[in-house]
């Protein structure tokens, strides 16, 4: 008897604990956001996957609130409308911003609203009672989402770029160069033995070349010197040409001077020539020049017959009177 009461009381309390638990199922599912709640509009461009009612609604990481409602925006079919409720006194500004982000790895996305200033104003119902809201923003899944086909492509580009690399051409010519390289390597290794000499060839090149350096460093500075004395000389030679030149200019100053005042004094004779003696020289002139024929017709006469020239000429017959 004791035994059924027993079970009669598990049996009664776990009836009692299914009911009340689905009570509060159907009262959780049923119930809307608390009339106290301050609802806010987003809307999302592209797609907002992950996302549901219920999600949760965070302000700087801090869950404030729920998703009431989710649709598609009838104004912009690229757009997805989302309505969520936050408790009352929750300071949503004008400058806040909303962001779908993801929670951990493996988890669900919820709504992140960020940003924000004190001197900024509280979002507020219009007076025809339409909804506040929050400007969205690209979210971490949006860029993800949006690189995928990127990667995708680069990560495509590389295989083919592998697949290039170890095409069998490729794989030939680096099968030849290792093979280049065994040879080179054994050949290293047979010349091994001969080091020591080369190296030893090597260092009696070096003390000969560093001997000639050092006879080039003698005779560059030679040469030094004799240019130094070279062109000291041409120093002293070029200061007494230019002395001499000093003095034969000073010399040709003192002519130019006295050819100066030799003008000046011979000026009033060469006046008075070209006057009155012009004249007269050139009188004398034309009679120099009628001698100098007369001259020149007596010498030819004298050349032709001298003795007629001073004997005259011969009396032929009888002079009767």
């Known amino acids: 008897m004791e035994t059924r009461a027993s079970y009669l009381a598990v049996g009664t309390f776990v009836l009692l604990v299914s009911v009340a638990l689905l009570a509060f199922v159907v009262w959780l599912s049923s119930r809307g956001p608390s009339q106290a709640d301050d609802l806010y509009v987003i809307r999302f461009a ?36 989302v309505v969520i409720a936050v408790r009352p006194g929750t300071p949503v500004v004008a400058d ?6 993801l929670q951990g790895i493996a988890g669900g996305v919820y709504v992140q609203i960020s940003g924000g200033t004190m001197d900024s104003p509280r979002l507020l119902p219009e007076p025809d009672g339409t909804l506040p809201e929050i400007p969205s923003t690209p979210s971490t899944i949006q860029a993800l989402v949006q690189s995928v086909p990127e990667v995708l492509d680069a990560a495509n580009a590389v295989l083919d770029r592998a697949n290039l690399l170890l095409s069998d051409d490729n794989l030939d ?6 093979a280049d390289a065994r040879q080179v390597t054994s050949a290293l290794s047979d010349m091994h033995d001969g080091l020591p000499a080369l190296t030893l060839r090597v260092n009696e090149m070096a003390q000969e070349l560093e001997a000639l350096s050092a006879e080039a460093r003698v005779d560059m500075a030679r040469i030094s010197d004799s240019a130094v004395a070279a062109l000291t000389t041409t ?3 070029m200061r ?4 001499q030149l000093a003095q034969a200019s000073g010399s040709i100053s003192q002519v130019a001077g006295e050819l100066v005042q030799l003008t000046r004094a011979a000026r ?3 006046v008075e020539f070209t006057q009155s003696g012009l004249y007269e020289f050139t009188l004398m002139i034309s009679e120099l020049r009628g001698l100098a024929t007369t001259l020149t017709r007596v010498t030819e006469q004298f050349e032709r017959d001298p003795a007629q020239f001073i004997l005259g000429e011969p009396v032929s017959g009888v002079n009767i009177r």
């Open 46 to 81: 592209g797609s907002v996957t992950g996302l549901s009612v219920g999600s949760p609604v965070r302000y700087r990481g801090i869950p404030v609130g729920s998703v009431d409602d989710m649709s598609i925006d009838p104004t912009n079919l690229e757009r997805v409308r």
């Open 235 to 237: 120093e002293q030679q």
């Open 240 to 243: 007494t040409v230019g002395d």
């Open 96 to 101: 806040n911003v909303a962001s779908l982000e």
């Open 268 to 270: 009033p004779g060469l």
């Open 173 to 178: 010519t680096v099968g030849g160069i290792l």
